[in-house]
C-alpha cells in the first residue's frame, strides 16, 4: 500500500471518529439540558461525580442548594447577583442599629446600595442629610420622618408598616423610632456606592466650626453651644415624641407646605395586578410624585407560582426578599444563565435588560421588593411579547403547535400560578 493511501484510511477513519463523536454530542443534547459540555447533576451516572468530601459549612449551603446542585439549564458565568442584610454587620449604638450592603461588597450592584435600620422606641437616627437620594419601606413597627424642601416648606409624618419615603438628594431630614416597639426598614439609595458612614452630619459640622462663627450664624453667644456634642450621634436614645400634630404645627412656616408628600402607603394601595399566582403593587413618581429616581414595585407570588420571565429595559433592578424562599435564574448573552436561592433577608440583582424570573419554593408567600433607578417603572414580557407576535413566526420560531401559541396570556401576567 502506497503512504498516499495509507494517509487517505488514516485521516478517513478519524473524520469518521469525529463525525461520530459530534453525532453523539448532538444525541446528549435534550429538552431540559441543552448544552455541550452537559451541565447539571443529571448528567452524572458515577455517583462519586456528585459527592464532596471536602471541608462543609452545612448552615450557609442548606440555604442555597442551587448553588451546591444547579439545574441543567444553567450554563456559562456572571457576576454573583445575591447578597444579604444576614451576613452584614451591624453597627449598634444606644437606640437602634444599621447594616449595609454597598457595592463594595456586592459588586454588581452599580445603581442602588442599600441599608437595613432599626430604631427602637424613642430611638433617632441624627438629623442629616446625603448626596444621594434616599428611597425608604417600612418592615416592621412605625416612625415619625421629618425633612425641609429646597424652599424652605416642612414636612412631618408617621409611617408604619409598608409605607415608603423618598427624600431627595440634599434635603435634610430625620427620623425617629415610635411606641410600643420603634421601627425597621430598609433603604435604599440611588447610587451604588451610597454608606450610611458617609452620612453628611450637622453634629460633625458644628462641631468643627469655630465657635464666633456659630455665634454669627445663629444670632446667640458662643457660649451658648459650649455642651454640643465632640462627635456625631448617628443614631442615639431619645424620647418617644409626643402627638404628630403637635410637632406638625410646631414646624409651620410661612413657606407654606410641599406640593406632595414625602410619604406613601404602597401596601394599602390597590393592586396594579392580581391573578391567581398573586400580585403587583407599583410606586413610581407617576403616583409617588416626589420619587423622581426611584421606582419599586411589591409583588407577591403564591406557593408554586412564578414571576413570570421578563426584563426591565429602563433600569437595573435591586431586589429586597421581605418574606419567604424564593430560587431566581437570570439569562444572560453567551448564552450564560445562574440559578441562585433566596430567603427573607436576602437581596437580588439583575441588570438592565437581562431576562429573569423569580419561583416561590416555599410552603407560603414569597414577598419580593423590586427597586430601580429610574423615575417609571417598565417592564417587557416574554409570554406578552410571543403573544403579540405574528403566530407563524413564533411557531416556526420555536417548532411550536400553532394551537399552542393561541393559548400564551394575551395580557401580561405578571405572576403566574402553579400549573396542575
Not at 418592615?139 to 425633612?147: E, H, P, V
Not at 445663629?218 to 457660649?223: D, I, K, L, Q, S
Not at 407570588?301 to 433600569?315: D, S, V, Y
Request: net charge negative; aromatic share 10%; proline share 9%.
Amino acid at each position: 500500500m502506497s503512504e498516499l493511501s495509507r494517509r487517505s484510511m488514516i485521516a478517513a477513519g478519524a473524520a469518521s471518529g469525529v463525525a461520530a463523536f459530534a453525532a453523539a454530542a448532538r444525541g446528549a443534547e435534550s429538552f431540559g439540558n441543552p448544552d455541550m459540555p452537559p451541565q447539571g447533576a443529571i448528567n452524572a451516572t458515577n455517583p462519586q461525580s456528585l459527592t464532596d468530601p471536602g471541608p462543609q459549612n452545612p448552615a450557609l449551603a442548606k440555604n442555597l442548594p442551587s448553588f451546591l446542585s444547579p439545574p441543567a439549564t444553567d450554563v456559562g458565568d456572571m457576576p454573583m447577583v445575591w447578597n444579604s442584610f444576614n451576613i452584614a454587620p451591624k453597627r449598634i449604638q444606644e437606640g437602634g442599629w444599621a447594616r449595609e450592603v454597598t457595592q463594595s461588597s456586592f459588586q454588581i450592584s452599580t445603581t442602588i446600595s442599600g441599608v437595613n435600620m432599626r430604631l427602637d422606641a424613642g430611638g433617632l437616627r441624627e438629623m442629616h442629610w446625603h448626596q444621594q437620594a434616599e428611597w425608604a419601606i417600612m418592615t416592621y413597627g412605625n416612625c415619625r420622618i421629618t425633612i425641609l424642601d429646597e424652599r424652605g416648606r416642612p414636612y412631618v409624618q408617621d409611617v408604619k408598616s409598608g409605607d415608603l419615603w423618598y427624600f431627595p438628594a440634599g434635603l435634610p431630614h430625620s427620623l425617629q423610632g415610635l411606641g410600643p416597639d420603634g421601627a425597621e426598614f430598609v433603604l435604599a439609595f440611588d447610587n451604588g456606592n451610597s454608606s450610611e458612614y458617609n452620612t453628611l452630619l450637622p453634629t460633625d459640622w458644628l462641631a468643627h466650626t469655630p465657635p464666633e462663627v456659630l455665634a454669627k450664624n445663629f444670632g446667640v453667644p458662643a457660649e451658648a453651644f459650649k455642651n454640643i456634642p465632640l462627635q456625631n450621634r448617628w443614631i442615639f436614645q431619645g424620647e418617644i415624641p409626643g402627638p404628630l400634630a403637635a410637632d406638625q404645627a410646631a414646624v409651620k412656616s410661612a413657606a407654606g407646605d410641599p406640593p406632595f408628600p414625602f410619604t406613601f402607603p404602597l401596601s394599602d394601595m390597590k393592586p396594579d395586578k392580581i391573578t391567581a399566582g398573586g400580585q403587583v403593587q407599583i410606586a413610581d413618581s407617576s403616583n409617588f410624585k416626589v420619587s423622581t429616581t426611584v421606582a419599586a414595585a411589591l409583588v407577591t407570588i403564591k406557593p408554586g407560582g412564578i414571576r413570570e420571565l421578563h426584563w426591565h429595559p429602563n433600569a437595573d433592578e435591586w431586589q429586597y426578599y421581605i418574606k419567604g424562599e424564593g430560587r431566581m435564574t437570570v439569562f444572560d448573552t453567551g448564552p450564560a444563565a445562574r440559578t441562585t436561592d433566596f430567603r427573607a433577608g436576602d437581596i437580588g440583582y439583575v441588570k438592565k435588560s437581562l431576562g429573569h424570573y423569580v419561583e416561590n419554593t416555599g410552603a407560603g408567600d414569597l414577598v419580593v421588593l423590586e427597586v430601580f433607578r429610574a423615575d417609571r417603572f417598565q417592564q417587557v414580557s416574554l409570554s406578552d411579547w410571543f403573544a403579540h407576535t405574528p403566530p407563524a413566526m413564533v411557531a416556526a420560531t420555536f417548532n411550536l403547535d400553532p394551537a399552542v401559541v393561541a393559548q400564551f396570556p394575551k395580557v401580561r401576567p405578571d405572576v403566574m400560578p402553579l400549573q396542575g
